[in-house]
Each structure stands twice: as structure tokens, then as C-alpha cells.
Nanobody, 121 residues
């Protein structure tokens, strides 16, 4: 079991910045992919950004150029730096960890509890 604890959410004005943190209970070297997802009221949860154990990144088109995902292996923590925030970025942001078990062809997925981000003037 991987436990994930998010922090850093809050209320910010349009154009502002926030940095979310996701601390894992074990070394993130053992986690194949870590990602940030978000879910706005009445909408499905969507991928925002992801980073692999090798450092490759992937972003939703809506956040490219504004958000940056990064990892600190020494702290077992993944970050999401969010700049130029827009009201449509308002959502609960969740951290997700994926561990592959190739022998069983299984992907174990773990979620954090979520952190609210509200962009409003």
C-alpha cells in the first residue's frame, strides 16, 4: 500500500500561482508513474500531469505552458507548480501513484485524499 498526502491547495486570484505537493509513504523510485488529476463539480476526473520514474512528463493540453510537474526523489515528493491560474482550474486535485506488476500484468493504483484549489476574484 502506498499512502499519498497532498497539500498546498487554497484560494487564489486569477493569474496567481500555487504549488501542490504529494508526499508518498515509500520511495518514489519504486513507483512507475505519479500523476495529478482534478475533478470539478459535475465533471469527470481528468489527468492534469504525470511523471514517470524515468522523468518523462505528460500534460493535459489545457495546462501546457502553465503547469509543471516535478519530483524530489530525496523527499519522496511530487510537485505541481501551477502558474497563470484561471477560474476553470478550480477543482479538487488528486495525486495518483501507479506501480506495475508485469508478472501479473497488473497496475496497482493509489490515490490521495485530494486538495481543493479555487481560482476566484
Amino acid at each position: 500500500q502506498v499512502q499519498l498526502v497532498e497539500s498546498g491547495g487554497g484560494l487564489v486570484q486569477p493569474g496567481g500561482s500555487l504549488r501542490l505537493s504529494c508526499a508518498a509513504s515509500e520511495t518514489i523510485f519504486s513507483i512507475n508513474v505519479m500523476g495529478w488529476y482534478r475533478q470539478a463539480p459535475g465533471k469527470q476526473r481528468e489527468l492534469v500531469a504525470a511523471i514517470t520514474s524515468g522523468g518523462s512528463t505528460n500534460y493535459a493540453d489545457s495546462v501546457k505552458g502553465r503547469f509543471t510537474i516535478s519530483r524530489d526523489n530525496a523527499k519522496n515528493t511530487v510537485y505541481l507548480q501551477m502558474n497563470s491560474l484561471k477560474p476553470e482550474d478550480t477543482a479538487v486535485y488528486y495525486c495518483k501513484a501507479e506501480k506495475y506488476r508485469p508478472a501479473d500484468r497488473v497496475v496497482d493504483a493509489y490515490w490521495g485524499q485530494g486538495t481543493q484549489v479555487t481560482v476566484s476574484s
